[in-house]
């Protein structure tokens, strides 16, 4: 357990709505991650951050935005929600030992855009 | 560009079989590699990483796996599987940048465990 909340865990909209998914951490990890999970694609890399203020795109960028005004929070915008969105999405934070980086994940939002 | 490969979608293994689950990646240095399982609902559960040195690694839950350099490949074993193993699994290739850690993940494997 890597000290990681998702909120909310679940969540029904419709198309064009604005969405904000939050991602919380307790242990101050500098990185984290924002993915989806898609049926046969595994999880694609959304946006990720590597400090306050400092963000850059992932794979499948187009369509949210994010946002890190404090250590603890990653923030994950839909501006305008349409159904190629309906995912689970994760939020993952990395631990830097032994040598390497290892990504830790939250328990996941699971959201349907109707 | 990184990539990962699971050739197998789904896999059906008797209880008490043995079970291996394949994976390829292309990356074009020495590659951070990881499997990571998840149960129906839940979320992403580390079970082993391969970061340098032996190439045998040991994980949680009696799972290892294998790195070899010359076939691109990072397979997951497991010598006999438990009920509680049905769950799907996903190999993942890193890089380490200043800028973190991003991971290309495989499709999956799906795991069924017959009685």
């Known amino acids: 357990d890597a000290g990681i909340t998702q909120s909310p865990r679940h969540k029904v909209t419709e198309t064009g709505t604005p969405v904000t998914l939050r991602c919380h951490q307790t242990e101050n990890h500098r990185y984290m991650y924002w993915y989806r999970q898609d049926p046969g694609h595994g999880l694609r890399l959304i946006h990720y951050?590597?400090?306050?203020?400092?963000?850059d795109k992932g794979e499948v960028s187009d369509g949210y935005s994010v946002s890190r005004s404090k250590t603890e929070d990653f923030l994950l915008t839909l501006e305008s929600a349409t159904s190629s969105q309906t995912s689970v999405y994760f939020c993952?934070?990395?631990?830097?030992?032994?040598?390497?980086?290892?990504?830790?994940f939250g328990p996941g939002t699971r959201l349907l855009v109707l | 560009a990184q990539s990962v490969t699971q050739p197998d979608i789904h896999i059906t293994v008797s209880e008490g079989a043995s079970l291996e689950l394949r994976c390829n990646y292309s990356y074009g240095a020495t590659p951070y590699l990881f499997w990571y399982v998840q149960s129906p609902g839940q979320g992403l559960q580390l079970l082993l990483k391969y970061f340098s040195g032996d190439t045998l690694v040991q994980g949680i839950k009696g799972f290892e796996a294998e790195f070899k350099r010359s076939q691109s490949s990072f397979n997951l074993r497991k010598p006999s599987v438990h009920w509680s193993d049905a769950a799907e699994y996903f190999c993942?290739?890193?890089?380490?940048?200043?800028?973190?850690?991003?991971?290309?993940f495989g499709g999956g494997t799906r795991v069924l465990v017959k009685p």
């Open positions: 951050s590597y400090g306050v203020k400092d963000t």
């Open positions: 993952a934070i990395s631990e830097r030992a032994q040598g390497g980086e290892t990504q830790y």
């Open positions: 993942a290739v890193g890089a380490f940048k200043a800028a973190g850690n991003k991971l290309t």
